[in-house]
């Protein structure tokens, strides 16, 4: 996209660029703005990947299933998971994927059909290095994956990668921070404030969620990377919602407590849509589900029908899914670009930057639809366009600049023994941080205490919690638990929230009440989160669980009566 207007002048406000949203798109933008010379500052209003970034199903994948409709989101998708690939090696891990086909009228032309489409496929893999598809006979099949049901003609396997998504946000808002970017965290952006007549933006009005306290900051140029939210922004910028419309599409997953197969396998639900089972990291997820969505964006639950849904489709290939054991559901808002009339699935997965000029506002401008997989390519082609209106004459390096932990590898074992850890607490550490475990590693030398264990299901050291709270702005207990997993394990934060909200209220100086209000609070949303996928009996005994540790905590009306971060205006 070509943009019109005399060059801007580099410090003329408090920043730059004021961009917000800190999902992967905001965060994006941010690092690269920062990395390319300008003065940034991002405005998150809940917290880093609160959105669809944290909400997805936690996969670069190549977008196989857009290669007949939208190829060029597959091969960009393909091209862009190989750049992530390269700048944060430590976050990502291949998975396998089998899509069985079974015996029935013609199938045995459908299989040969799919062979042909992985072929296509398989053209774009090398760019993302994935392995080229292999056919598997119906013995195959059962051999690597013994609890697929039915008469199979075969299946077809191929591989993806996975991602922890909230790592991903972190990793690109710290950078952006590193390199002199501010970040605001728990604060939202109530108004942009334009200049009257040429209707460029002067400032932005904001309020942190926590305190209260408003403030403005100076900007020369705007991005809204609000993702489902950003017809609201757009509004906050004086501008018609419609001028940055998004087709909201929600979607949700269920967690099981560990991995149950070796390979995602695809099913089809009811309706002939795909889902899926994945093992990933060290949990299974079965995903997901696409509707339209005009509910609160703050507040976005799975209803125990979504999750019935889901269940039936993957039961039908993968039966034991009925008796296994889940421990909690997410759901996230896919900012899709809009079009009118289209089933949700057949949408577009592209990504477009807009320009608000037309519609009043030069130098404010929206992003609107993308994915996880292509989130570096869509900041490139934002800051593509400030740096022309900047005059930078410099070109992106995001694609070869290793994220924070991503320069080189660090052997967990190693790292275990130095530090006097249990090697599976190490790995889960190395995976997170890449390289800047050794810097968790230097607290454990200094403070070997610290070494114990707070979470044990993920499992989270007392010396991980301490450095996210001093390196990662997170805000609350639910921000630890977004950057660690602490408490998104098997016991839904019930061994470890509290330890935690004592560690947050001291780490972030607040009244221990505070840590405790916070903990009360996660562990109400893990259970309202968890509950809509048990059986009546479980779900009965869950609730006395938590209110057993809830009242321990001393958790009462007074407790929870605060308003959560989520929740305010
Ligand atoms: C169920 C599901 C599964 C998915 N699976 C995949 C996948 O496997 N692979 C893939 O590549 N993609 C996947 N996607 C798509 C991908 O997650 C999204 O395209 C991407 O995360 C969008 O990022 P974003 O930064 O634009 O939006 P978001 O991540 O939603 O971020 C927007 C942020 O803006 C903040 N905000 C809103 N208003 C304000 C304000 N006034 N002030 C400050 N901040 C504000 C919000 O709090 C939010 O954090 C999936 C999406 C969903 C929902």
């Known amino acids: 996209m070509r943009s019109t207007g005399a060059t801007l002048r580099r410090g003329a406000a408090d920043v730059d660029v004021v961009v917000i949203g800190g999902g992967v798109n905001g965060a994006g933008v ?127 396997s191929w591989d993806e990668w996975g991602i922890d998504g909230p790592r991903l946000c972190v990793a690109n808002a710290i950078d952006a921070r590193e390199r002199g970017a501010k970040l605001f965290l728990g604060v939202t952006v109530e108004a942009v404030e334009r200049r009257e007549g040429s209707g460029e933006p002067v400032a932005v009005r904001y309020r942190d969620r926590h305190t209260g306290k408003a403030g403005r900051l100076t900007t020369t140029a705007v991005v809204n990377a609000t993702g489902a939210w950003s017809p609201i922004t757009a509004s906050f910028a004086g501008m018609s919602p419609s001028n940055a419309r998004v087709r909201p599409g929600k979607g949700i997953h269920v967690v099981y407590d560990r991995r149950l197969s070796n390979y995602a396998i695809s099913a089809s639900a009811i309706d002939g849509r795909q889902v899926f089972i994945e093992p990933w990291q060290n949990m299974t997820i079965v995903g997901t589900t696409d509707d339209d969505y005009y509910g609160d964006l703050d507040d976005v639950r799975a209803t125990s029908e979504e999750v019935r849904y889901l269940v039936q ?175 998104l394990g098997a016991c839904g934060g019930m061994r470890c929230a509290a330890r935690c909200g004592q560690i947050v209220a001291e780490e972030l100086h607040l009244p221990p009440r505070e840590g405790l209000r916070q903990a009360s609070r996660f562990l109400l949303e893990r259970a309202q989160a968890r509950v809509v996928a048990l059986g009546p009996e479980q779900a009965r005994q869950e609730a006395f669980a938590i209110a057993a540790v809830r009242a321990e905590l001393g958790a009462g009306d007074d407790l929870d009566d605060e308003p959560r971060a989520g929740s305010a205006a």
């Open 313 to 487: 489709g993957v039961a039908r290939v993968f039966p034991a899914i009925r008796s296994a054991r889940a421990i909690g559901t997410y759901a996230g808002v896919r900012p899709t670009l809009h079009t009118f009339g289209k089933y949700e699935d057949d949408l577009s997965r592209d990504h477009k930057v807009i320009d608000h000029a037309p519609h009043g506002a030069p130098n404010v401008y929206s992003m609107i639809g993308g994915k996880l997989a292509s989130y570096r390519l869509f900041a490139e082609d934002m800051v593509d366009v400030l740096a022309q209106r900047f005059d930078l004459g410099v070109h992106t390096t995001t694609h070869t600049s290793p994220l924070p932990g991503g320069d080189r590898a660090v052997d967990p074992f190693a790292f275990a023994e130095r530090a006097g850890i249990d090697a599976v607490a190490a790995r889960r550490i190395v995976y997170r941080h890449g390289s800047r475990a050794e810097r968790i590693e230097e607290r454990i030398h200094e403070r070997p205490r610290e070494a114990v264990t707070v979470c044990a299901c993920e499992p989270v050291t007392e010396a991980e919690v301490r450095y996210v709270l001093r390196n990662e702005q997170p805000r609350t207990v639910a921000d630890v638990a977004r950057r660690t997993r602490l408490g």
């Open 30 to 156: 941010a690092r690269d703005a920062a990395m390319r010379g300008l003065s940034v500052a991002l405005f998150e209003r809940n917290d880093l990947a609160f959105g669809a970034s944290g909400n997805s199903s936690g996969m670069i994948h190549g977008g196989v299933r857009y290669l007949t409709y939208d190829p060029h989101v597959t091969e960009t998708s393909c091209r862009d998971s190989g750049h992530i690939q390269a700048i944060a090696p430590h976050l990502l891990f291949r998975i396998p994927f089998l899509m069985p086909v079974r015996t029935g009228l013609a199938k045995n032309v459908y299989f040969a059909l799919l062979d042909a489409f992985f072929d296509t496929y398989d053209r774009y893999q090398p760019l993302k290095r994935g392995k080229p598809h292999a056919v598997l006979k119906a013995e195959d099949v059962r051999a690597l994956e013994p609890g697929i049901a039915g008469d199979l003609v075969g299946a077809m």
